[in-house]
Nanobody, 126 residues
Framework: QVQLVESGGGSMQTGGSLTLSCAAS????????MAWFRQAPGKEREGVAS???????AYADSVKGRFTISRDNAKHTLTLQMNGLKSEDTAMYYC????????????????????WGQGTQVTVSS
C-alpha cells in the first residue's frame, strides 16, 4: 500500500533552519508530482511547494526564497529545506503525492493529491 512518512520536524527559533524529509513507498514514485502542504490550527491546509517528476517546482509566495523542495527519484524521497523560519511557518507539515497539472496555479491545490502522509510538526518561536 502507499506510504508517505515524514520526518525532521521540531522546534526552532525565528531565523533558524529545518529540513523535512518524506520517504515514499508502495507506488510508482517517479511518475507522481510530490508536494509539501501545511496546516496551522484553525486554518485551511495550504500548499507550500511542489515538484514534478521532471523537477519543475512551484512555491507559495509566502515561502519563496526561503524554502527549497527537492526529490531523489532513486531513493524515493522528498525533501523540504526551510531557511529563515518565521513564526507564521508554525504548522503541521504534510507530504503528498498526486498528478501533475499543466496549470501552475493548480500545482499547490490539495485536490490534485491522492496520497498523504501523517504529518510532522514544525514550531517556530522567537
Amino acid at each position: 500500500q502507499v506510504q508517505l512518512v515524514e520526518s525532521g520536524g521540531g522546534s526552532m527559533q525565528t531565523g533558524g533552519s529545518l529540513t523535512l524529509s518524506c520517504a515514499a513507498s508502495g507506488y510508482t514514485y517517479n511518475s507522481y508530482t510530490m508536494a509539501w502542504f501545511r496546516q496551522a490550527p484553525g486554518k485551511e491546509r495550504e500548499g507550500v511547494a511542489s515538484i514534478g517528476d521532471a523537477g519543475t517546482t512551484a512555491y507559495a509566495d509566502s515561502v519563496k526564497g526561503r524554502f527549497t523542495i527537492s526529490r531523489d527519484n532513486a531513493k524515493h524521497t522528498l525533501t523540504l529545506q526551510m531557511n529563515g523560519l518565521k513564526s507564521e511557518d508554525t504548522a503541521m507539515y504534510y507530504c503528498a503525492a498526486g498528478r501533475w497539472s499543466p496549470i501552475p496555479s493548480q500545482r499547490l491545490a490539495p485536490y490534485q493529491y491522492s496520497y498523504w502522509g501523517q504529518g510532522t510538526q514544525v514550531t517556530v518561536s522567537s
